[in-house]
């Protein structure tokens, strides 16, 4: 099925279970550590399945740029286009085909399909990658798939896939009103070592995108490689590359990354280059996750990200600079280990991981609820309740 230069992943070792697993029932969660190689491999393999039965797989993924290079990235693994046997479907941009088996899909365009089409007619799996980040329409999308299957479609497959999600409570849930067993698939990634190091601000009077500049600056003198840098949104992204135009050159590319950057701009900042040529990826936390960036071995995190909360009081939902999780900050140490050995700055003191939460906080705890009211009231709920919810 694969290109005949398509390198071997570890989780090419666990697809024989999974068909075998999805072949005797209809729901499972797959652990796969980052670089596994789960959001490219296991949609494609499950094709070769006789249960699916000539119908398509639909595969949720977060962010909209992981959907799309999702998406090329299978297609070039077939040697085709995207759009033909893979496609997919994001907001305002749509590659799909009357041949399209895998549909890779964002989560607002998920609850549409699931709103048009309650049976899902055509699917034979709905696949949920990257659950960790646990996102309002992730949970709403769960949801509405779990009540689908129970009440108009046994035969779907539940698939739902992460690298750092706490399986336990998402176990429970599954099994909720379900008579089969839900088994839990576990496959390790890649062990390429990243080498930590720890560099907290070292005076208040330094402002952050100063000491990232730094913090840069002393990567490209004692490392080789791209880097990869995080920061919480564009207005440091914007600080952080005019601090950096000294270093700006025919071998050192500054690249910023956002979710709303025009695609091309996303597609330039992803792509490979060679040496002598190297690479800053100037990031928010678009880039933790189903995304591999071409040659970086250096990743710098300033250990912050934003993040959109509700507030009650006023009626109104803002935007917040938070800490990262532990979990997050360990998606993104492993973007430098994911094709050789690489390096980790973080910044902020080692002894502060103590004190930092193990997991993102789920959306639906802190968002305006009454969007999801409102799809459920279309899909016929008036009592939420009702419905299996992780949260």
Known sequence: MFNHTTEVL???????????????????ILEAAPGAGKTTRVPLALLRAAWLDGKGILMLEPRRMA???????????????????????????????????????????????LQDDPELQGVGCLIFDEFHERSLNADLGLALALDCQQGLRDDLRLLIMSATLDSGPLLKLLQQDFSGAVPVLRSEGRAWPVETHHLPLPRADISMERWVADAVRRALREENGSILVFLPGTGEIRKVE????????????????????????????????????????????????????????????????????????????????????????????????????????????????????????????????APLCLE??????TAPSSLHWLD
């Not at 459920?376 to 709920?381: E, F, H, R, T």
């Open 10 to 28: 570890p989780i090419e070792a666990l697809l024989p279970d999974l068909l075998e697993t999805l072949g005797s029932g209809t729901r499972c």
């Open 242 to 369: 005019a601090l950096l135009q000294d270093v700006r050159s025919d071998t050192v590319h500054l690249c910023p990354l956002y979710g709303d950057l025009p695609a091309a701009e996303q597609d330039a900042a992803i792509a490979p280059v060679w040496a002598p040529v190297r690479k800053i990826v100037l990031a928010t936390s678009i880039a933790e996750t189903s995304l591999t960036i071409e040659g970086v071995r250096v990743v710098i995190d300033s250990g912050l990200a934003r993040t959109v909360r509700f507030d009650a009081g006023t009626g109104m939902s803002r935007l917040v600079t938070e800490r990262v999780s532990l979990a997050s900050a360990e998606q993104r140490r492993g973007r430098a280990g994911r094709t050789e050995p690489g390096v980790c700055y973080r910044l902020w003191h080692q002894g502060d991981e103590a004190g930092m939460a193990a997991h993102i906080r789920p959306e639906i705890l802190d968002a305006d609820m």
């Open 376 to 381: 459920l009231a279309v899909w016929g709920i």
């Open 67 to 113: 959907a799309r290079n999702a998406a090329r990235y299978m297609a070039s693994l077939l040697g085709e286009r995207v759009g033909q046997t893979v496609g997919y479907r994001v907001r305002l941009d749509s590659r799909v085909s009357a041949s399209t088996r895998i549909t890779v899909v964002t989560e607002g365009v998920l609850t549409r399909m």
